[in-house]
């Protein structure tokens, strides 16, 4: 018989993250819970290792990345399939408080309107400040943003809200949503994905939720900089191409068409921002990435299996 809970993490050649955040689920006060860790085409052996070291751990092993959309995927469909009540998309450089899935789960058990809830995260190199407290979407201008990010708690940051969307760093949601809406968009790959699945939760009339009592730390950033600064700086320029790409793919899904203009001139100007930035940087490969991005932004859309 499944357990209630299914946490999904997706691991790539990161033997010390996950293991780290291993650890710090083996510690919640909430037990009725798998984690299932998705190697992503590792080449370092990291997924071997990991079943090695935690013996408990479902290891799906993917022969190739399939980036943060497809590995997720995985997981779900095993959740789904193996009948767990619940998913946790979490991600894998995270550290969580004893307490931060009973307060998830209680609130969803409680509340069948929810469809999905995440918790408030804050960095875990500075405990204080907040990187995740409940996400927006701006339709007039076209944006999506976190409140609270890189700043100390503030009250506002300790009431239970409706937000917009989901952060994909804790996605916590019911099966028997996701048998509704479907997946995560794989063509995404990642960046907008949590936005595109909360907004379709959404659209069939269930609320998303932002619970700050429960607590997570996330490292932030590992998984898209380089160890050491290139010409080109530490983000990958592929990181700005499937930024702008995905983001372009997301507005013309959700923007109302009588933001549509707001929104474009808006747009127009942060990445030709962005452009003349890395002209100027002397960045050519990231402003290729961003030139290519925007062609293949107005040309595709996102698509579902």
Not at 56 to 66: G, Q, R
Not at 102 to 123: N, T
């Amino acid at each position: 018989m499944s357990k209630k809970i299914a946490i999904i993490l997706v691991n790539w050649n990161s033997f010390g993250y996950t293991n780290d955040c291993i650890d710090s689920l083996k510690e919640i006060s909430f037990k009725d819970y798998d984690i299932i860790v998705i190697d992503n085409g590792s080449k370092d052996g990291s997924g071997k290792a990991l079943k090695e070291t935690h013996p408990n751990i479902i290891l799906i092993e993917s022969d190739k990345n399939i980036g943060f959309t497809g590995g997720n995927n995985l997981g779900l469909n095993y959740s789904i399939n193996h009948h767990y009540t619940y998913s946790l998309l979490l991600n894998n450089d995270t550290f969580v408080e004893k307490d931060f899935l009973s307060i998830l789960i209680d609130y969803m058990d409680e509340h069948p309107e929810a469809g999905a809830i995440q918790p408030k995260i804050f960095f875990n190199h500075n405990r204080k400040i907040i990187w995740n407290g409940g996400s927006y979407f701006n339709k007039f201008f076209g944006y999506t943003y976190s409140k609270g990010y890189l700043r100390e708690e503030k009250k506002i940051d300790t009431t239970i809200k409706e937000v917009d969307w989901i952060t994909g760093c804790a996605f916590f949601v019911r099966n028997s949503v996701l048998q509704q809406t479907g997946l995560l968009a794989s063509n995404l790959f990642i960046y907008a994905e949590d936005g595109d699945l909360s907004l379709r939760i959404h659209q069939l009339g269930y609320k998303l939720i932002y619970h700050p009592a429960s607590i997570i730390y996330h490292i932030a950033g590992m998984s898209n900089r380089n160890k050491t600064k290139g010409k080109e700086g530490y983000l990958n320029p592929v990181v700005h191409y499937l930024n702008e790409r995905n983001k372009i793919w997301f507005l013309k899904k959700y923007t109302p068409f009588y933001f549509i203009p707001t929104a474009f001139i808006f747009n127009f100007f942060y990445s030709l921002s962005i452009m003349l930035y890395f002209v100027v940087r002397l960045r050519f490969q990231k402003l290729k990435a961003v030139i290519k991005a925007i062609r293949d932004g107005i040309t595709g859309n996102i698509e579902y299996d």
